[in-house]
């Protein structure tokens, strides 16, 4: 080849480089344009919410040294609500039945207490598993368990009510559930209900005892060995008192390693009266 012609094929290799018909591995092709990388990220799972602000770490897999496409690294959150600590459990039980003279003094000075720690502590009304005044105080025991277990937001209303009147038997208008508002209809069906669970008008009727039986509560009555009313348990603690509310709540809140708020509040010292009749607290 002649220095002219080299001269020539010279020429046209370059004509042909600038005309892009040459393949560039570097560049992508036949085009001559540039191959795009393409970002890959990849995130770490996001940190605890703290001071509303949570976060993560990013990487492109491909470090293509570019972030369009990189994922937002914080975010806001809501901080988890602070656990709210259980109140210690508090268990006040009251063994009494519905017609005893002293039983009903008992509960002219247990009103206040329950109506003052009723919201902090567990309160109720155990039955003794003897019937001691007859049919009357039967129906009247269930009655007030009826109330305390199915309308507990009206229980301190009947209670005023019973502890001033006394056998609701003599009340064909059922003046206790008049004054509590409670509906006479949806009543008598609960009541009905639990008479029958609890086998009690049966069991009383198919009695030559004395003192039939009135198995409400009979496995508690044995568990701590009850044999006479009113009686007091705290936590499973048997407690002395004097028939006066501070007495009373003195006697739940001295059993007590953690003291309710209202522990502090002071309440009559008076000593209820003996049988029905207004309650005067």
Known sequence: MNFKALLISIF????????GCVSDTTTG?????EVQCQESWECTDWTECVDGASSRVCADSNSCGTTANKP??????EMPAE??????SIEVEAFMVSHGTTDIKFLKAYI????????????????????????????????????????????????????RYGNQNNYPGNLCLV???IDKESFDLYVASVDEEFSITKDYEDSKDLFP????????????GVTKTPTLYVNGVLVSFKYNPESIKDAICDTLTTHPAECSEELSSSTATVGFGPVSY
């Open 112 to 163: 206040p207490v329950f109506e003052l720690l009723g919201d902090s502590v567990g309160m109720r009304i155990r039955f003794m598993d003897r019937v001691m005044h007859g049919a009357d105080e039967m129906r009247d025991n269930t009655r007030l368990y009826s109330v305390q277990e199915e309308y507990g937001d009206k229980l301190s209303k009947y209670l005023r009510c019973f502890a």
């Open 72 to 77: 937002a690294g914080t975010k806001t959150c």
């Open 213 to 224: 039986p009135y198995n409400l509560h009979k496995d508690l009555i044995e568990l701590y």
């Open 29 to 33: 092709g036949a085009t001559g344009g």
């Open 179 to 181: 004054e509590a508002e």
């Open 83 to 88: 656990p709210v600590p259980e109140k210690p």
């Open 12 to 19: 046209m290799i370059a004509i042909v480089f600038s005309s």
